[in-house]
């Protein structure tokens, strides 16, 4: 017979649930730090994208029973990412090309793909205005004091007022430009993304609520019998 193993003393270490991953293991403030990052992150290349996007807009209208799922299956799965419940459409084990082909056929894409495509479209046209604009001001106002001189200013028009900008002795003039510019512009990616988030949660739980209603429905007759 064999002695029972001694117990091995684990100094520093401590146990996790293996059904816990890494991420949800980290501070809250982390966590929090990386949303925000996301969140503006994926916003800001939506705005970069859509200049080189609108070359493309025919054959993806022309294309558009396959385009329009994918679209809408890229923003789901980085919504997942930064944490949003967002539940990709396909049924377990189900392959991902016959899915693609005959989506179209299905009222989900009606009623969520194409509504997601097209106001993730109104988004980040929102996106790249206030992204063209905001960020306009912010190069101006770190660009001006390196490329000005006495002999030969800049003149930066604020709508209602003007600063003439005449080297690097001009630079706190424009600090506060610049600060408020960047504050303007990550509020509005982080306000933007939000609605972006929000609009894909809404569009994007519809099968589990007809998987829900159709077990009740199974169940119902089974309970009364």
């Known amino acids: 017979m064999r002695p029972d193993p001694e117990p091995v003393s684990v100094v520093g270490m401590i146990s996790?649930?293996?059904?816990?991953?890494?991420?949800?293991?980290?501070?809250?403030w982390y966590r929090r730090r990386r949303r925000w990052i996301g969140i503006i992150g994926w916003e800001l290349l939506h705005a970069a994208l859509w200049i080189p996007s609108i070359p493309l807009l025919i054959p993806v209208i022309l294309l558009f029973h396959l385009t329009v799922p994918l679209g809408a299956s890229l923003e789901r799965i980085v919504a997942r990412r930064i944490g949003v419940v967002a539940p990709s459409g396909r049924k377990k084990g189900e392959r991902k090309t016959p899915w693609l082909l005959a989506r179209v056929a299905h009222v989900e894409f009606w009623r969520q793909d194409l509504p997601?495509?097209?106001?993730?479209?109104?988004?980040?046209?929102?996106?790249?205005f206030l992204t063209a604009l905001l960020g306009a001001l912010l190069t101006v106002s770190v660009l001006a004091p390196?490329?000005?001189?006495s002999e030969a200013p800049i003149r930066v028009d604020l709508g209602g007022s003007e600063i003439a900008v005449s080297g690097l002795q001009s630079a706190p003039l424009l600090l506060p430009v610049g600060l408020i510019a960047l504050s303007l512009l990550l509020g509005a990616l982080w306000g933007l993304g939000r609605l972006r988030l929000l609009l894909v949660k809404?569009?994007?739980?519809?099968?589990?609520?007809?998987?829900?209603?159709?077990?009740?429905?199974?169940?119902g007759p089974l309970t009364a019998s």
Not at 19 to 28: I, K, L, N, Q
Not at 116 to 126: D, E, I, N, P, Q
Not at 202 to 219: D, K, M
């Open 16 to 28: 996790v649930p293996p059904g816990v991953s890494s991420v949800e293991r980290r501070p809250a």
């Open 116 to 128: 997601l495509c097209v106001g993730g479209m109104a988004l980040s046209t929102a996106s790249f």
């Open 146 to 149: 390196f490329m000005s001189s």
């Open 202 to 219: 809404a569009l994007s739980g519809e099968r589990e609520t007809q998987r829900l209603e159709q077990l009740t429905a199974e169940v």
